[in-house]
């Protein structure tokens, strides 16, 4: 068979080759609020587009803003207008993809609600260097509360006030000496 008559494999999306989600590819896959949603006050993003059999998330949800439609393989659905950003499914996502993002904070401030599992935990107050989903600093945050109690099982549910351009980027912390660096 001739080289050319060999069919190509296709590529894999950018995200699996690289590991890293992007912004665009978020938000094109309907996982972003929108403009009006996010002006409302705080409200779940879910970044989880793998079908993977999962449905934790759902059952957290007590507006059944997050569904699973279809095959228990199917991604999330979010409802953003059920959302009221209670933090309920952050938790209970095994993948930590799960994040509530309130862009009105301050007039300055955002802040980002995300899963964290390492130790130490944050306390309130503390300065933590703010990561993008390629585990990069992007900026400084300040620690504005800590949730971490048995029922959540070892995930502690951290939210952080960072500058607002960052709303859509934070999505973890670097915690301890060098944490704030």
Not at 22 to 29: D, E, I, T, V
């Amino acid at each position: 068979m001739p080289k050319s008559a060999i069919p190509k494999s296709p590529q894999p999306p950018p995200h699996q080759r690289s590991g890293v989600l992007s912004p665009q590819n978020l938000a094109a896959r309907g996982a972003v609020p929108s403009k009006q949603r996010l002006a409302a006050g705080p409200v779940v993003t879910v970044e989880c587009i793998e079908n993977i059999p999962c449905n934790p998330c759902a059952y957290a949800c007590p507006r059944q803003a997050i569904t699973i439609a279809g095959s228990l393989t199917d991604t999330p659905a979010v409802d953003f207008d059920k959302c009221n950003g209670c933090t309920l499914c952050i938790a209970k996502c095994p993948g930590l993809a799960i994040f509530v993002v309130h862009k009105g904070y301050s007039k300055t401030e955002a802040t980002v609600t995300l899963p964290y599992e390492l130790l130490p935990r944050p306390t309130v107050g503390t300065s933590v260097a703010c990561l993008n989903r390629a585990g990069r600093a992007v900026c400084k945050g300040k620690v504005v509360k800590v949730l971490d109690t048995k029922a959540l099982n070892r995930c502690a549910v951290v939210t952080v006030a960072v500058p607002k351009r960052y709303w859509n980027a934070v999505r973890n912390i670097r915690v301890g000496r060098k944490g704030a660096e």
